[in-house]
């Protein structure tokens, strides 16, 4: 018999057989290389149970194996208990990827299947064998699989005209001497269009193409046919504007009838696309994605607007928290997860989280990507460290924020870490730094505190971040990785050290900061960053001897900061408690 | 008539014209593209008069132009003044290499000459144009050229025989595929074969090359008849371990002749010998790079030998130094070099400089790169700070140190300057790191402490540095590139911070770290530095409040440690007087 996912394994392998394929791949990604896909595409997830965000299949006759990193290798391993498939670990010294795995078992004459659409066209070059592409691979197999959703379209207003985005386009196409250009990424679709959609969770984006050409703009958007008053009023302004509709299907009919040269973003252009496409065709990074990550005024406006409320809501929050758990009310990690979406949920402007809060007490937190269960979440005890990491999208802006907070004594340990993890937030926070610099070269001077000490945290320190878009966007990090993107002003980044200790507790302590000039001299021009999150640091857990005298100024200049801004909107106990919170050390 | 390098151009000019070639490229280097080359290959300095350690001419028929760094305009522009040659400033963000400013203004059909010996293989495949290799191309121009030079060669006692050495080699070319490989960077060859001479000032090394096969070992080094005995027994025993010693010329005939698969160093085989070497080529990075940067346990033991001594000699000329001058003697900073170079001398197992001494008063400190003048060299005030970089030669090391001291009352720029830069200084020392971290993760720990105060410095904090080899070697560094190398255990850097203010001062505190093991946990492994160097640090220009408790931790331990190690060796009033210098602040 065996379990479900045993039987759909066989079920492929079957379908293997039968075209005499060797080797087939399952990616965990959509036709667009979205981070987080769509139902439809959850491919990996319903072939084997794995839910990380982060994962690919291979499938040969004799074996299944899922290549994931490190935050999903307990996960993993738990879900893939009894599936026969087994764990290939990524992101470590050891990694042997799919690419060089399947290069040491077949040869030139092996066949290797992909779903064409849900392959980047980078990634076939890299793999041995014959390539067969076959869109939508899993759809004879797959009973009542989801289709392409569709979902109300509105327009957004970030300040600046989609004649404008569209202008600047062309202009940069002219410069690459390209006819056309497919924006194939949907947050540079969303980003060049103003529009906003929920097609896939969290992200408020409309799974499309956009083909852009000196002459023409076409958006392959439609699907089924359009029936709410929204999408109506939205497409008719782009129609108004000159913008053709057409079918989402169609992309391929179009890119199969170009003639002249056709630029395709490098990033997100899915092989089957790449590989049909006509005429001349040029692979290169979209400008899109660096354009967009440096925000304009009326963002950089909205995304204080939105800290502000956001702020405002995590306050009520942690003060609804502290007060309940220490009544010896039974508060579950979901629990509180629910009721800070509802203090969001008030606010002007909310169109949803920007991702699946993180609520974890105590040893789930030791995971940094811990998902908490709907059901038997564990309790929130009056003591040690309740993690919540959590964010939403407004109209004006999108927020991601992490506060770890003690819920009644604490250990030593947990203290220390509490502080180092501290330490190297504020380092990054007051960090001054010469124009031109990636981030990169910054991300030691938040992990140097845990470093002396023999700590360390297996994530990033700082993502990049949308307006109204994507709660990760590159092009810009601060992590280990030698990314050479020099971090730009009106750039937004996360900064977001921690600490995890299997089976204890985690640490992360997040505010978003906003990349600013801060001058030029004989020197050169200097850049900081100013931070946007207001949301106390709790300051119970700090064991004070630890921090520098600059580092206790930051710490209390930005506490007295949140209080003097958010306490005007706050009910009068809860801007009372916000007052002790932030006495200064 | 002109000045003698306008003489020089026009005589070039006359010869392209005569070949109808369009341009000529003239480079800095030597056909081992050694950083450092020796007189007969200063083709830059005879052509236009430039004596910078970096610089490339090109000459058109209406241009002639030096490319070279920031760490070199001031000079360039002095130097060049009435020759007619234009600077080209390079590591600028507006620059524009020489490739691209030759595709500016010269198509395909254009004859572009270059000294074939002189150039790297890689480097004319970025030309445009017709490439004419033209080996020694300046020979019919340069009266009195000099000849290959050829000084005495002597083994070294790294404690690891040629045999082992010649061994590595082996295996890692049976990995490559390849039946031989060449040896062609001087620094490579010298480690190799544990041999030394003088052939390029401050860098023992041998002009030669060196071809190894799974059969034989063959050393391209005989020029003129050898007559000294020196050499005649080094040579004996190569001999008789099976080494054949051949014309250094007879490398040409070697690689032209060759029918297998022949691996090529890709940093330093130049275009002349890949463009005739037959059989199969490869290009790789020589592995002896990486390998001779991990020290052995005899190379760390002598390295820290040659520090004890080289911070004896250090103390006493410190010492000599601040008693001269306060006496009210005139003392240059000339005078100054040679009284230290004195003390080095009588070291045992000296064997000259690692490069020239950098002894600079006030302002002349402000160039990262000064010159001390032989002749009305400024003197040393007693006031201010005064500068000194310099290093030793010894059998059982290279020793590279810079101290900037106050020789009287410091201005209150000069004393912040100094406390920030030695904040930068100690920021790397006291680094830990996970096990895999490149340098340039860290260098902006070296930096932060200035960057937040808005000072910077032009070059890289950190340099790697042979033993008894190069004072400068790769492949690791500390520095602003993105360069991926991790640091490993065993690996020697230097630690050099910096500020230079133009017209008034310069500081840079330089001490060599070794990297060393720091533990293992759940983290991962840890690596750190130790600090080799000997050498008080002077405390009277520092501000302490605006070091943190861990750093002056550090320096007092430091100093005293210095001192400890030190006293036992110095002359009585010599040990009472560092007794003072290291008092803890």
Same mark, same amino acid.
């Given at each position: 018999m065996g379990t479900i996912y045993q039987q759909r394994i066989a079920a492929l392998r079957e379908l293997m057989l039968s075209k005499s394929w060797d080797a087939v791949i399952i990616t965990g990604s959509d036709p667009h290389c979205s981070e987080f896909p769509a139902e439809r595409w959850k491919q990996v997830q319903w072939l084997t149970g794995f839910t990380g965000e982060a994962g690919d299949v291979v499938v040969t006759a004799d074996h299944a194996g899922l290549w994931t990193d490190s935050r999903y290798f307990i996960q993993a391993l738990t879900q893939l208990a009894g599936t026969g498939v087994e764990l290939h670990k990524t992101r470590v010294p050891e990694q042997v990827l799919i690419p060089e795995w399947l290069a040491e078992r077949f040869d030139d004459d092996s066949i290797i299947a992909v779903d064409g659409l849900c392959v980047s066209a980078e990634y076939?070059?890299?793999?041995?064998?014959s390539i067969v592409s076959v869109p939508n691979l899993l759809d004879s197999l797959?009973?009542?699989?989801?289709?392409i959703p569709q979902t109300p379209v509105f327009t957004a207003d970030p300040g600046e005209s989609r004649s404008d985005k569209i202008g600047f386009l062309r202009s940069w196409l002219n410069g690459q001497g390209g006819d056309s250009i497919l924006l194939s990424s949907l947050d540079d679709i969303a980003w060049t269009l103003n529009v906003r959609a929920s097609d896939i969770e969290y992200n408020p984006l409309v799974i499309s193409y956009l083909l852009i050409s000196e002459g023409s703009v076409e958006w392959f958007v439609l699907k089924d046919p359009v029936e709410d008053p929204e999408t109506e009023q939205t497409f008719a302004a782009l129609r108004e504007e000159g913008i053709l509709l057409r079918q989402y299907a169609d992309v391929e009919l179009a890119l199969s009838q170009n003639e002249g040269t056709m630029v395709l973003d490098s990033n997100s252009i899915n092989h089957h696309l790449w590989n049909i496409c006509g005429g001349d065709v040029k692979l290169v990074p979209s400008p899109v994605q660096l354009r967009k990550s440096i925000k304009n005024r009326t963002e950089i406006d909205g995304m204080r607007e939105a800290h502000l409320q956001d702020g405002l809501a995590m306050e009520k929050f942690l003060y609804w928290l502290e007060n309940t758990v220490s009544d010896g009310v039974e508060i579950s990690e979901w629990d509180a997860a629910v009721k800070l979406g509802q203090f969001r949920a %008030?606010? *002007?402007?909310?169109?949803?989280?920007?991702?699946?809060?993180?609520?974890?007490?105590g040893p789930g937190a %030791?995971? *940094?990507?811990y998902i908490t269960p709907r059901e038997n979440a564990p309790v929130i005890e009056p003591h040690g460290l309740y993690l919540c990491d959590s964010g939403g999208q407004y109209d004006y802006g999108t927020t991601d924020i992490t506060r770890t907070v003690p819920m009644g004594e604490c250990t030593g340990l947990e203290k220390e870490d509490y502080t180092l993890v501290l330490k190297g937030h504020i380092a990054l926070a007051m960090a001054v730094f010469p124009a031109g610099t990636p981030g990169c070269r910054l991300d030691a001077l938040a992990r140097e505190p845990l470093w002396r000490a023999h700590r360390n945290f297996g994530h990033g320190t700082g993502h990049g971040i949308g307006w109204?878009?994507?709660?990760h966007e590159g092009p810009q990090d601060i992590r280990q990785?030698?990314?050479p993107t020099p971090l730009v002003p009106g750039m937004i980044t996360s900064d977001e050290p921690g600490i995890y200790r299997e089976g204890l507790f985690g640490i992360r302590h997040e505010n978003l900061v906003l990349c600013t000039e801060d001058g030029s001299d004989e020197f050169g021009r200097w850049l900081k960053f100013e931070t946007l999150t207001l949301c106390h640091f709790d300051?119970?857990?700090?064991?004070?001897?630890?921090?520098?005298a600059e580092e206790i100024e930051w710490l209390n200049a930005y506490n007295e900061r949140v209080y003097k801004t958010l306490s005007p909107y706050l009910p009068e106990e809860i801007s009372f408690w916000l007052r002790s919170k932030t006495e200064a050390i």
């Open positions: 076939t070059s890299s793999l041995p064998g797959w009973d009542g699989r989801p289709g %008030a606010i *002007p402007g909310y169109r949803g989280d920007s991702f699946e809060t993180i609520s974890a007490y %030791a995971l *940094p990507h109204f878009l994507g709660v990785n030698l990314n300051t119970s857990a700090i064991i004070p001897e630890l921090l520098t």
